[in-house]
């Protein structure tokens, strides 16, 4: 994303930028401050070696951007990693809002316990 020693986006990452505001910021989008967010994901790396989650920092960061909503507004993050052929690769993305309650119902599903006892 940046050179190591300056905080300076790569050409890669400039242009990455630039791709997903062409896709996305041709729209006009109604967000509020106050929305709740969920993003779905597939990645399709040609890499084994490729970490899932180095895709969602630049991708959130680039769709705020195009999509004039803050990346702190993300409340889930559900991905997934495709192995595909080198060539292949690509990205598929859903942003959806959600609402207090289908995020508390979410966090009661996942962590039982631990939230019965502090009443999420």
């Known amino acids: 994303m940046h050179y190591a020693k300056f905080k300076k986006d790569t050409k ?9 505001y062409q896709l996305l910021g041709t729209q006009t989008y109604d967000f509020l401050d106050t ?13 084994s070696l490729s970490d899932l ?15 004039g909503f803050d ?3 993300v409340f889930e993050i559900e991905a ?6 080198k060539g292949d690769e690509y990205l598929m993305i859903r942003l959806e ?9 979410r966090i009661r599903k996942l ?3 631990f ?3 502090n009443k999420v």
Do not use: C
């Open 80 to 85: 997934l990693k495709d192995k595909v052929n």
């Open 35 to 47: 929305d709740k967010f969920k993003l779905s994901l597939i990645t399709g790396f040609s890499s």
């Open 53 to 67: 989650d180095n895709a969602f920092k630049p991708l959130l960061d680039s769709m705020q951007l195009a999509m």
């Open 97 to 105: 809002t959600i609402t207090d309650n289908q995020w508390k119902r």
């Open 12 to 20: 890669e990452y400039r242009e990455f930028k630039s791709a997903i």
């Open 115 to 117: 939230h019965k006892e």
């Open 71 to 73: 990346d702190r507004q």
């Open 111 to 113: 962590f039982p316990v």
